[in-house]
């Protein structure tokens, strides 16, 4: 049996992964587990384990020194680094130590059971002499692509000088053939992950990544800004290098992609210094693409000149109608402006989303004429505000600002009755009898007492001051509290039973409203440090 050992200073952690994974079906051996550095390296000099899971920040010997100390002593150990969002400059380094793998908190048991399966297959490999060579090579391979997604996604972003990246680059790269870069903007980005939470969004940045980054495609992938991906092409001459992205973006539109998206190019250049021209002209095809529909590839020739003139536009006729509450009449006048807008023959993207903001800012300006709080529509005026500008397209834009002005009208037309206290009242009864499904959503409860999504979260936050995902957390801690007072159930067991199936975040999310984690909870309460937990 491969031997493994666990290095992790959150005992929760530590033994979700222990008590979770079916070792000895897997082949396995659990020889240790450590809750700092030192006393994994300790462990592992005495164990002498085939695998290792190691969090990178722990107290005493960090993560990243205890592998440089294990490599020293020619520990030949598959290692495989946890970590979270916040701690991701630091994951350059482990692959440039030679880790497997790593995984981002929370951690999902199905991706340690991947990973460890993975592991299995390396030593496996690594047993057979004549494989050892060939996975050296792989290995090395996956690093240098890795190391060079990072460093041209700092080149291109300026915030890396030539020299460096010159210094830099893997021997393999030629730094002076052609170079083009493509960026590929996921349409309506900021609505599609809306409501999803961070693990989500990352899964699924990883799906879209694993679609557009093909063997023989582009040179190297990196995550420009959020749902946009900078694609880099490189060939002998400007004409091979184009026509090589051409056919590339032209192969991913009949590979039946995920999501919409769009593509902007930037003209060929040679010298891979010279990329970041190529990178800032598709960023300004991608600008100008606003007035565009989207799911289009684009190119600096479809694009004629650029006016800078600024031209009025005309929104009297939006505020007029805003206090009428006549959302057909509203959506005529926002249906002019982007006509206006389109008629003006200005391609900016810049000034299109100044003309935006101005209407949003009158529609707030309205609303405090009329004596009424913005708060009581939106949970986030900002973050709404931020995403109507981020929006992509002109028609996007003008969607997102009616649905916010479609909101104000409901609002403006809805008055606290003792019919909708009822109808919060029967959704708060809905909540506590079914807090335990970790499924329930705002559209769940919406149903459950005949009201839209939109207008049952507007009414819930009006009605109770609080947005209905803040009820909702506050009824499943205060029950965990409950249960965790009793002394009878793990903190694992309480996240299953207040609707959480990860323990890992209910962990979190159990000490960012309380300030303490399950265990200390216990501890502070029944002063015997903890309990079971």
Sequence with gaps: ???????????????????????????????????????AAEQALLHQPDIILTDIMMPLVNGLELIKQLRQKDCRAVIVIITGYDEFQYTRAALQLGVLDYILKPIQIEQIDQTLHRAIEVLRSRDTASSKLEQMQRRLEEQSAQLLRLDMQQFLQRRMDAPTLLNKLPAHIDANAWYSCALLQIDDFHHLTNALDEERVFSLSMQVESWAFRENGPLSLSTDVDGRYALLFSGADALETESTRDSYLHMLRCLDPPYAYTTACGHAVQGIVQSVQSYEQACDVLLAAFLSSGNADLTPTD???????????????????????????IKQELEQFEQSVRNAGHNSYLFTRLAISHVYSEIVHTLVTLHFPIGRIVNDPTRLYQEILRCQTLSDAVASLYEFVSQVCDALSTDITPSNRTTIAAANAYLQANYQNPKLSLEQTAAAVNLSPN???????????????????????????????????????????????????????????????????????????????
Excluded at 303 to 329: H, V, W
Aim: charged letters at 20%; one cysteine or more; hydrophobic letters at 35%.
């Design 1 to 39: 049996m491969y031997k493994v050992l666990i290095a992790d200073d959150e005992p929760i952690i530590r033994d979700n992964i222990c008590r979770s994974i079916c070792w000895g079906q897997l082949g396995l051996q659990l020889a240790a587990t450590a809750g700092n550095g030192r006393e």
């Design 303 to 329: 694009f004629g000149e650029i006016s800078e003139t600024f031209i009025p536009i005309e929104i009297g006729g939006i505020l007029q109608a805003i206090p009428t509450l006549n959302k057909r009449q």
């Design 455 to 533: 207008y049952f979260s507007s009414l819930y936050k009006q009605t109770t001051g609080r947005s209905f995902i803040s009820s909702l957390t506050q009824i499943r801690i205060e029950r965990a509290k409950q249960l965790l007072l009793t002394g009878q159930f793990r903190s694992y067991e309480v996240a299953y039973q207040c609707g959480y199936d990860n323990p890992a975040y209910f962990s979190t999310i159990f000490k960012r409203h309380t300030g303490l984690s399950p265990s200390d909870y216990c501890g502070a309460r029944t002063g015997e440090g903890g309990g079971r937990l």
